[in-house]
């Protein structure tokens, strides 16, 4: 059985006993609902602590299950009913249908409901007031207490006991678990109850449990109100007013979200924080994140990353937090676990988690950052439109054939393509190693996207002076917003974007082929023939000779581009075995191409998927190191993230797609690592096309 959750579980230091078991001091104000497999240990572990003695039953898929009355009274066991495809109705994990169906019903998450987060003071935090206890011991371990507890009485879900039953219900659990903590949930893990639960910690990711770095409060006293409000988790932190002057964070404070930005004084080292307030966006309606970066960050050589805590979120600062250690550059006076920051719809609540390294706080500037985020901006919109040649919208039907003639002689004479028998570009782009990748996934017609991605972190001043190379992994065609996937305004604008792009930065700027750049017919979404509806648009605004154009565009595009520090291709790696120059010539080879641009992961579901091996041929293919990372997009892992890491716990295996509503992602390339770096979603189309002529 494959262990999903395997090695990104991380114990809770902070702990007290209650009643034999360990659990988080910060859980004290929280509620637990405790859930797992048969024969888990639930009962016992309800029993051990007091709580409700009658099982219940949620099941997922219902509108407003976390009202239910079933939750009124915690702890408790739960059942979970869970989505399965060619099911319609949820189902429990020793549900008949379930246990008989062969093979495994496959999970169907989309249909999972999540509640809301309450975005203002009048609406309920729903997704915070629970705390679901996984308990998934090793699958052994249940199956044999389940045949020990045969021989105590009948038991209907023991009926037919097989240890691979047990591996698929436990599997289950794992991913039902992972989807929920990805959806925002409070989620922490037991394998045992004679040790501190887990809280799920994925590669790449920074956020932990706010119920995970408390310290341990002192006593209270139930003879005082400030006593009975600690109690009550009314007392958490006071209020911090951050001056010109450095002042010490000496107890749990926090910060007003007042739109200016501050510099925390850490160990030896300062950093920059700064609301991250994106333009054109109802303040009503704005999610209120925090950028942390080094100061001066546009001033470095090449492109520095930040990190970010959004809306809800809880992380700790320090040494031991791997991702802000190596983007912050923590030096050894900063603890392991310094400081715990926790945003609550803006306000930073601060933990201080070394008590004898302070931490001080000092507003650097008084400027509302909003106003600076605009000045510094709009000199990047004004070198978009200088790069597009005026406003952003489609261009006329004779520009824009020039403009596609103009790209196609570029890429096809781009010195970093090898060139393949035809004396043409080839299938692969070997790039030189004085450049700092970052890498684009699928945009689907996300114009804003892309033009986000160039409008920050100084991207633009790097892309001139070539000390970034930005790589997009195909697929920037057709939208997958419902409603709008019949609608091919934005894939004519984005092909205008990026044939600008390419000649504006030809040598650093490169555009792969993905499985949606085609006029086939086989390209289809929701039953919706994209590919066809694009060439007849196409074909009424601009003309055959322009469509024409399009298709030898399309031929021309490269599929794979290789560094020394990653490979990447749209889709996957070839799961047969080919040679370098089958992947150079490889409009010769029509199964590879649908190899390389269409396939997804092995699954039980999907045998014919790439997995591990497939991966390391490719990379000994293409003669690259053995750890060196491999880069796809194709294949979004669920609708919560953007950017995943080691995908399937194989390592150096990473998955970017830039196409989301809230707003682009991207996997840069900072001090010797893929890191992602997101972004709130802007209207800048509108924004840039508004400024005022220069």
Request: aromatic fraction near 10%.
């Amino acid at each position: 059985m494959k262990n999903l959750l395997k090695n990104i579980l991380v114990p809770i230091k902070d702990i007290q006993e209650t009643r034999g078991i360990l659990i988080p001091i910060g859980m004290e104000y929280l509620q637990m609902v405790v859930t797992g497999p048969p024969g888990a240990g639930k009962s016992y572990y309800i029993n051990q602590i007091g709580g409700w003695p009658n099982e219940g039953y949620i099941d997922l898929t219902q509108k407003n299950w976390w009202k239910n009355q079933t939750l009124i009274y915690r702890p408790r066991e739960v059942h979970l009913g869970m989505p399965f495809k060619g099911f319609n109705e949820a189902l429990t994990v020793f549900d008949k249908e379930w246990v008989e169906a062969e093979p495994s019903p496959l999970l169907e998450p989309a249909r999972i409901k999540i509640p809301g987060r309450g975005t203002s003071f009048l609406q309920k935090n729903w997704i915070n007031r629970y705390v679901f206890e996984f308990l998934l011991p090793p699958p052994e371990k249940i199956f044999n207490r389940r045949l020990q507890r045969q021989d105590q009485g009948y038991f209907p879900v023991d009926v037919g006991l097989t240890l691979e039953m047990v591996e698929r219900q436990v599997q289950a659990y794992q991913e039902i678990a992972l989807y929920l903590h990805r959806a925002g949930l409070n989620i922490s893990i037991r394998d045992s109850l004679s040790g501190p639960p887990y809280y799920i910690a994925e590669k790449g990711a920074v956020s932990v449990p706010r119920w995970s770095i408390p310290t341990k409060p002192p006593r209270p006293s139930l003879n005082s109100v400030k006593g009975w409000k600690q109690v009550l988790g009314l007392n958490r932190s006071t209020w911090f007013n951050i001056t010109a002057e450095p002042k010490a964070l000496v107890e749990v404070s926090r910060v007003a979200h007042d739109g200016k930005t501050f510099e925390m004084l850490i160990g030896d080292q300062r950093f920059y924080f700064a609301p991250e307030i994106p333009l054109g966006v109802k303040w009503a309606s704005l999610r209120k994140h925090w950028r942390i970066s080094a100061p001066y960050v546009c001033d470095s050589s090449e492109p520095l990353g930040f990190v970010r805590i959004q809306d809800g979120e809880t992380v700790i600062m320090g040494r031991a937090n791997k991702i802000f250690r190596h983007i912050l550059q923590f030096d050894s006076s900063i603890a392991d676990r310094h400081v715990g920051i926790t945003n609550q719809r803006g306000d930073l609540t601060f933990t201080p988690l070394a008590h004898e390294q302070p931490v001080q706080l000092v507003r650097s500037d008084d400027m509302d950052y909003r106003e600076r985020v605009k000045l510094e901006r709009e000199n990047a919109f004004y070198s978009i439109r200088q790069i597009f040649g005026g406003q952003i919208k489609q261009k006329s039907a004779t520009e824009a054939l020039q403009l596609l003639h103009n790209t196609i002689d570029c890429m096809t004479r781009d010195p970093a393509r090898e060139v393949a028998r035809s004396g043409q570009g080839g299938g692969i782009i070997r790039l030189d190693n004085d450049t700092i990748p970052v890498i684009v996934g699928d945009l689907h017609g996300q114009v804003d996207n892309l033009l986000k991605i160039l409008s920050e972190n100084c991207m633009l001043r790097h892309l001139d002076r070539k000390a970034v190379t930005m790589v997009l992994l195909g697929d920037a065609l057709h939208s997958e917003i419902a409603g709008e996937m019949e609608k091919m305004d934005s894939s004519i604008l984005m092909i205008d974007l990026i044939c600008a792009l390419k000649l504006r930065f030809p040598e650093n700027f490169h555009y792969i082929a993905g499985n949606h750049d085609s006029f086939s017919e086989t390209i289809s979404k929701n039953g919706i023939s994209q590919g066809l509806l694009l060439k007849e648009e196409l074909l009424d605004r601009r003309g055959s000779d322009y469509v024409n154009a399009m298709e030898t565009f399309f031929s021309s595009l490269p599929y794979i581009v290789h560094a020394e520090n990653f490979f990447a291709c749209h889709a996957a790696p070839p799961i047969s075995t080919v040679t370098y120059n089958d992947l150079v010539n490889i409009t010769q080879h029509p199964s590879l191409i649908r190899e390389i641009t269409r396939n997804r992961l092995q699954r039980p579901n999907f045998p014919g998927g790439y997995n591990k091996k497939d991966i390391a041929r490719f990379r000994k293919t293409l003669g690259c190191a053995k750890k060196t990372p491999f880069i796809v997009g194709h294949t979004p892992i669920d609708p919560f993230g953007s950017a995943w890491k080691n995908v399937d716990g194989i390592k150096n295996h990473h998955i970017i797609y830039s196409a989301l509503q809230d707003g682009p992602a991207v996997l840069q390339y900072i001090r010797g690592r893929f890191i992602p770096l997101h972004y709130p979603a802007e209207p800048l189309t509108k924004l840039i096309n508004d400024l005022k002529p220069l």
